[in-house]
């Protein structure tokens, strides 16, 4: 019988939910959110609200400074992706390595990254996927560290015809009390603007998170793979020593449960 392909839109949920989780982090790598998570060795997910069906889960491993170093996400028993993480010593992934994928076993695949720092700030950052494709960030304007702009080159290239398209995207990034305030992603191609913007708890995670969308589009962003809208708000459930538990999603009033957590 033919294996059924599994969406890996699902699967990249799966194995990446836990960092919609976390407030801000100190050394975080650019536009994502890492957490240390010290004296765990495992962490283990179980998702109530994507689509596919129940019985979604994940299972994280941890080193001994906290950090997830290799991520695989389930359907009921079987396998479906599993993915390793090298760190750099500001605790940056350097390299993130595909050793499985349920829809092509024998496909492996690797982005490597590559910084340059300011004291802990990163100022340059590549990102690196295959011999041919690449995506740079620089920083260009600090307006002491309230403000940062950064642009953006990512370099595909089109081996039918030997060109290599380059799409330019500028980020204004907005700071309050360590915390970011509103993120402005301007795609040049498009000449489009997006405008996300972020409430907090009052110990630091996120509660809220909305969009903008410039021009407004003329129909309703569609969310694949769990409940999503341009408006979300955030529920939490801590453990004794204050780690996420219970993970919920509020979209118009409706409450969604999304993960649970357990860690060991």
């Known amino acids: 019988m033919r294996k059924p392909i599994i969406d890996t ?3 990249g949920l799966i194995t ?23 004296n765990v060795k ?11 069906g129940k019985g979604w889960r994940s299972l994280d491993y941890v080193d001994s400074l906290g950090r997830e170093t290799m991520k695989e996400s389930y359907h009921k028993r079987q396998l479906m992706s599993r993915h390793e993480i090298e760190y750099d010593d500001h605790n940056n992934e350097i390299l993130s390595k595909h050793t499985f994928d349920y829809n092509d076993p024998q496909k492996i695949s690797s982005c490597q990254y590559a910084y340059k720092y300011s004291g802990d700030r990163i100022v340059y950052q590549c990102r690196k996927c295959s011999a041919n494709d690449s995506t740079v960030i620089e920083l260009k304007e600090n307006l002491g ?3 940062l702009v ?6 595909y290239h089109r081996p039918k ?7 330019e995207t500028v980020f204004t990034l907005k700071y309050k009390n360590g915390l970011l305030t509103s993120k402005e992603i301007y795609k040049k191609e498009g000449n489009s603007k997006d405008i996300e913007t972020y409430e907090y708890f009052a110990n630091g995670r996120l509660q809220r998170r909305t969009i903008e969308r ?6 309703k962003s569609t969310y694949i793979g769990a ?9 939490y459930v801590f453990d004794s020593k204050g780690r996420v538990k219970k993970f919920f999603k509020i979209i118009d009033g409706k409450r969604f449960k999304m993960t649970t957590y357990n860690y060991s």
């Open 42 to 52: 495992t962490i283990k997910g179980k998702y109530s609200n994507v689509s596919g």
């Open 227 to 235: 409940p999503g809208s341009d408006d979300e708000y955030y529920k």
């Open 16 to 38: 990446g939910l836990i960092t919609l989780l976390i407030p801000m982090a100190v050394n975080a790598q650019l536009f994502e959110e890492n957490e240390l998570f010290p």
């Open 9 to 11: 839109l699902i699967i």
């Open 161 to 167: 015809t030997g060109n290599t398209d380059v799409y």
């Open 145 to 147: 560290d309230s403000v």
């Open 150 to 155: 950064y642009q953006e080159k990512a370099f």
């Open 214 to 219: 410039i021009p407004k589009p003329a129909q």
